[in-house]
């Protein structure tokens, strides 16, 4: 089945750029999603489609994707921010939508 | 607004069945395929199920396949989850989702419900 791979923790310090990755093989041939999700409540989508986002997420948050590598960027990180990233994608090979293991992003 | 409103869930026995069911408002339900997708304690997330939007097709996680069945009632803008063979590795926050298209983004969740399963 398709590996998702998520480093597990990313610190930034406030008003910095917070860079999250997602590895996977020739994952640029597949769309990436990103969801945000806080402790205790439901995850949040913040990035669809390797790049486009829904309504309502700032345009701070922004995506790309490509070879074995999808990437989430959070520019001028704020406190509030500070959650758990996870990439997610449908891998039409076993038909089975994929998670990543996330990564626990800390703003200091 | 979209509104995804969950019951059932709680403690049971492994072995035994439980039924979730996650209630539908705010857009048009049976325009939209449905998942569930769980998340075990302190653990990431594991997808489980979905259901297209005219119920014809299911499609389901290995871990759960034969086990586990996902339906729904359109006129009712319900989706369920029935659970039969419990197992403790089964024990987790139970979300269900909207899809954004088929086989995009999940797009708006429920608020969660936790299944213990445990003797």
């Known amino acids: 089945s398709y590996v998702l791979t998520q480093p597990p923790s990313l610190s930034v310090a406030p008003g910095q750029t917070a860079t999250f990755t997602c590895a996977g093989d020739n994952i640029g041939d597949k769309s990436v999603h990103w969801y945000q999700q806080k402790p205790g409540q439901a995850p949040v989508l913040v990035v669809y489609?390797?790049?486009d986002r829904p309504s309502g997420i700032p345009e701070r948050f922004s995506g790309s994707n490509s070879g074995n590598t999808a990437t989430l960027t959070i520019s001028r990180v704020e406190a509030g921010d500070e959650a758990d990233f996870y990439c997610q994608l449908w891998d039409s090979g076993s038909d089975q939508r994929v998670f990543g293991g996330g990564t626990k992003l800390t703003v200091l | 607004q979209v509104q995804l409103v969950q019951s059932g869930g709680g403690v049971v026995q492994p072995g035994k069945s439980l039924r979730l069911s996650c209630t539908a408002s705010g857009f048009t339900f049976n325009s939209y395929g449905m998942h569930w997708v769980r998340q075990a304690p302190g653990k990431g997330f594991e997808w489980v199920a979905i259901?297209?939007?005219?119920?014809?097709?299911?499609h389901y996680a290995e871990s759960v396949k034969g086990r586990f069945s996902i339906s729904r009632d359109n006129a009712e803008t319900t989706v369920y989850l029935q659970m039969n063979s419990l197992r403790v590795e089964d024990t987790a926050v139970y979300f269900c989702?909207?899809?954004?298209?088929?086989?995009?983004?999940?797009?708006?969740w429920g608020q969660g419900t936790l299944v213990s399963v445990s003797s």
């Open positions: 989702a909207k899809e954004l298209q088929w086989l995009g983004p999940l797009e708006s």
């Open positions: 259901i297209s939007s005219d119920g014809n097709n299911q």
């Open positions: 489609d390797d790049r």
